[in-house]
């Protein structure tokens, strides 16, 4: 098939608009639907948006014959059932992070892909960002020397008290919503490192309020080469940080902030030949995203994310639930 993508909206999630809306527009891609549990609140996003129709309810949309991709920015929760949903249809699926609430619903995940044939990506844009390829880049031309340390950190100011991020029943907590950005991103430096890397303890702290949900959660790993990493995550923090550092034997580098990149371009390389920082683009990290996506449903282009890697990612999520004295998030 050629032409734009015909693209369904599940809910009139705030993050829509910068994840997918503006991508789609200067890619030239359709909005063709958009359903909400209020019908008034679809309507508006609609209208805001350029979307072409409000259809009645999520089934609707993921049953609506001119929808070929469905988006799902929905809770953590409903990302699991909603997928399944839409992959059952045949549906290409673009969801936000993570896939499901824990990794046996991710499993059902994976296998509805496998069965339905069709694309599934989890939102991990940082990945096709170039600064995140620059830090591979710059362990795989050698300069930073072999990998032996990597430190992720992700943390923000606290939600609203009655925010779904708070909400246990919606598969809330720091983790699940931020700190999945640095243990995907250690994950990926299995190329570097002699593969994937293991969980070695885990630590967090409960919200007040909110029982069995991280307020913050940190992660020891270690990798099959022997480097090890640290992933840190907080939604009880004094500011917005999304830092990366790898170090080297022969260097280091650091992301000012990986997750959005547009914010802050910057990596900065410090080898024995001194110090630079180099400014990679501040274009979006999701048009990114959706170019790659594109290009896999309409070119059958290789995406290096796919319902096997979110399944990987979930499994470790859980691991760090349990080593920290959570429990993994319930289905919704």
């Known amino acids: 098939m050629s032409g734009p993508l015909r693209i369904g909206i599940l809910g009139a999630a705030r993050i ?37 129709r409000v259809v009645g309810s999520y089934a609707d949309l993921v049953a609506d014959p001119e929808v070929e991709v469905v988006y799902n920015p929905l809770a953590n929760g409903l ?23 824990n990794a046996e619903e991710a499993a059902e995940v994976r296998d509805a892909a496998v069965a339905a ?39 923000m100011p606290a939600p609203p008290d009655g925010d779904a991020r708070w909400s246990l029943r919606l598969a809330g907590g720091a983790l699940m919503d ?32 909110a029982p069995g949900v991280d307020a913050w959660l940190d992660a020891e790993l270690v990798f099959p080469g022997g480097a090890t990493g640290v992933a840190r995550c907080s939604m009880v923090h004094d500011a917005w940080r999304a830092t990366c550092r790898v170090v080297g034997t ?3 580098a650091t992301a000012s902030d990986f997750v959005l990149p547009h914010q802050d371009d910057r990596v900065v390389v410090r080898t024995r030949a001194g110090e630079r920082t180099e400014e990679l683009g501040r274009r979006s990290s999701y048009a990114f995203q959706l170019d790659a996506f594109a290009a896999r449903v309409r070119g059958g282009e290789p995406l290096p994310l796919d319902a096997e890697d979110a399944l990987a990612t979930m499994r470790l999520i ?6 920290a004295g959570f429990a993994p998030r319930p289905r919704s």
């Open 16 to 52: 829509s608009d910068r994840a997918l809306v503006s991508p789609a527009r200067a890619g030239g891609h359709r909005l063709v639907a958009v359903a909400a549990r209020d019908r008034g609140r679809a309507r508006a996003f609609a209208d805001a948006h350029g979307v072409e």
């Open 79 to 101: 990302h699991g059932p909603w997928n399944l949903a839409a992959l059952t249809a045949g549906k290409h699926v673009l969801s936000e992070k993570p896939s499901a609430s």
């Open 117 to 155: 044939g069709t694309v599934f990506m989890e939102g991990f844009h940082y990945l096709f960002h170039p600064v995140t390829r620059r830090l591979h880049e710059l362990l795989a031309s050698g300069e930073l020397g072999e990998l032996r340390h990597v430190e992720t950190v992700v943390a």
């Open 178 to 209: 931020l700190g999945c950005y640095g243990l995907h991103a250690q994950r990926m430096l299995a190329p570097w490192a002699g593969g994937a890397p293991g969980l070695v303890s885990a630590s967090g702290g409960e919200r007040g309020g």
């Open 250 to 252: 022969r260097g280091e």
């Open 318 to 323: 859980d691991a760090c639930y349990e080593k």
